[in-house]
């Protein structure tokens, strides 16, 4: 999934990616299912163990809400996916 990338540069990637997605679909609702077929395609252990580990991580700094298998992105990532931040 990634090429020559610190683990931690992997994760930040992972959770762009996860959170990107699940902003763009907003208002579908995805699974967790849903975002490992979209964000790591082979599905293979490591790549739905690093989508695990970004929507958790998303979760808990306030980004990402679990509801049962949903992943829907809370009010604080809406907002902010509104400012247009980094878009000229």
Do not use: C, K, W, Y
């Amino acid at each position: 999934m990634h090429d020559q990338v610190s683990p931690a540069g992997e994760d930040a990637q992972d959770q762009a990616a996860v959170l990107t997605l699940v902003l763009t679909e907003h208002p579908t609702p995805l699974t967790l299912a849903d975002v490992e077929r979209e964000v790591a395609p082979d599905q293979d252990f490591a790549g739905r163990d690093a989508v695990a580990r970004a929507v958790r991580d998303l979760s808990a700094v306030g980004l990402l809400h679990r509801q049962g298998d949903l992943v829907l992105p809370t009010r604080a990532a809406l907002h902010m996916d509104g400012l247009d931040i980094g878009n000229p």
